[in-house]
């Protein structure tokens, strides 16, 4: 290769991170957003690429680089590439995801929750609707290969029966189109006791429970205790025991998810509950992230650490848990094309009230009630009065046209935007690890030991 025709047709990517440089200033661990590989560069390498004269590389050296995306053709707009690889990958999604909140009630008084909890459940009246409006999308999409449900609240196990009635007819629904099904939840894990969890997985195909603990029980009980005051965090962490310690776990093939939001409240006490999972060999069989607590529909953000504060703090609980789980990605190695469900053609959620949305944060907040923007329509109407422009959906669109930070943003596309809702309310969601990206690879590095695949050249 000619390398000054190289120097001529290449350019840097406009997605390539760095680290400081290590090992005394002759590393640097640089990563690529784009295809998520991660090399270690000789310094004099690393700057070769920043000015320019990549005629001072081998030929196997800028090979690899172009391969990794770190080097891409210098008439590339990058941003429109990414974009437009996105919608690409939603045009082609193989799965249709459908979203259910089967009630509107929830045991629990989060202060920090926007939404507003009554004893209604989705009516069965609505269910011959709710089928119909799914068989619709799949029959006019023949892409779909599988139907993959999620359960949402309030607490959706406060509706378990509609649950379980309407799994039934989901399966059978994909059984006669010959379609695979899986199914989620997103609870509480107050009401997940071991029998529940079992039946919900060996008969009704739920594969995946994200459950919530907010540091040990002291901080936890004070802001996620019952409606009556009464605290929650021992008979949740009672179920997740139970369940995991139950012989059939590891054959079932489900899978349990701790998530811990922090604000300024209760950060102090994540380590502890970090200590604490790992006492009970828990990290081993569960996984576990934190949250900054997010805006819903309310001021809740307002307490969440500064953005650099918590990026930092949650370097400190992910050199914990890799400790017990050195599994754990630290940064993603797939891109992010889809940001959310705002952005799938037909993705929506239906909540307790059958009302139709292609967002999970908007119902249930009198912040959004008598935003018809945000609606679609309510399940029982008919289909032809739904409303054809789905709210946000020019998501993609509106970053590509330079509207939001996103689009020269170095993470866009593992990313994705993180929230489109937040972003149209001048509430900025940019994820921790734009600001710890740096540690997370010097983190990956060593928990790794610097493997040759990832030297360039390989015999560095």
């Known amino acids: 290769m000619n390398t000054n025709t190289m120097n001529n ?34 310094e004099e390498i690393y700057q070769s690429l920043l000015n320019g004269h990549f005629e001072n590389n081998s030929d196997e050296i800028l090979a690899k680089l172009k391969n990794d995306a770190i080097l891409v053709p210098a008439e590339e707009d990058e941003l429109r590439t990414i974009i437009d690889e996105n919608h690409k990958v939603v045009a082609g999604e193989k799965a249709l995801y459908y979203a259910i909140q089967p009630s509107a009630n929830c045991q629990l008084g989060c202060g920090y929750c926007g939404q507003v909890h009554t004893a209604d459940k989705i009516k069965k009246d609505y269910y011959a609707n ?10 006019t999409n023949s892409q779909y290969e599988t139907l993959s449900i999620a359960w949402f609240g309030g607490e959706p196990l406060m509706g378990l029966s509609n649950i379980k009635e309407l799994s ?44 919530t603990l907010d540091g040990t029980a002291e901080y936890h009980d004070t802001r996620r205790h019952t409606k009556s005051g009464n605290k929650s965090f021992d008979l949740i962490l009672k179920n997740i025991i139970d369940i995991t310690s139950d012989p059939r776990f590891e054959t079932s093939k489900a899978s349990i998810n701790i998530r811990c939001n922090v604000d300024a409240t209760n950060h102090e006490g994540v380590e502890g509950l970090i200590e604490l ?25 307002l307490a969440s650490l500064e ?30 094309p889809v940001v959310c469900m705002t952005v799938k053609k037909d993705s929506e959620l239906v909540d307790a009230f059958g009302n139709v949305y292609n967002c999970t944060e908007v119902s249930q907040v009198p912040t959004y009630e008598k935003r018809q923007d945000l609606k679609i329509n ?40 993180q929230c489109p809702k937040s972003w149209y309310e001048d509430i900025s969601p940019c994820p921790s690890i734009k600001f710890n990206i740096k540690e997370r690879l010097m983190l990956h590095v060593i928990k790794n030991a610097p493997s040759k695949k990832q030297m360039v050249p390989a015999d560095v």
Not at 25 to 42: E, M, T
Not at 130 to 139: G, N, P
Not at 406 to 414: G, R
């Open 277 to 301: 999972l790992d006492g009970l060999d828990l990290l081993s069989k569960v996984g576990f992230y934190t949250a900054p607590i997010h805006s819903w529909g309310n001021d809740a953000h």
């Open 168 to 211: 039934d007819k989901f399966q059978e629904m994909a059984k006669d189109r010959g379609m695979g099904y899986h199914a989620k939840m997103v609870t509480n894990g107050l009401a997940l006791k071991r029998k529940i969890f079992y039946d919900l997985v060996e008969n009704y195909k739920l594969n995946f429970f994200e459950v």
């Open 307 to 336: 953005k650099n504060d918590y990026a930092a703090f949650e370097i400190s609980c992910l050199q914990k848990v890799i400790k017990s789980n050195p599994n754990k990605a630290l940064v993603p190695t797939q891109r992010k």
């Open 130 to 139: 709710l089928l119909s409006r799914i068989e619709e999308k799949l029959e």
């Open 378 to 417: 309510n399940i029982k109407e008919k289909q032809k009065d739904f409303n054809a422009e789905r709210p946000m959906s020019n998501w993609y669109e509106d970053v590509a046209d330079g509207k939001f930070p996103c689009s020269t943003c170095s993470i866009l596309p593992i990313c994705g935007g």
């Open 9 to 42: 047709s290449h350019k840097l990517s406009q997605y390539v991170i760095a680290t400081d440089p290590f090992s005394k200033g002759k590393f640097r661990v640089v990563y690529s957003s784009r295809s998520g590989k991660i090399n270690i560069l000789k």
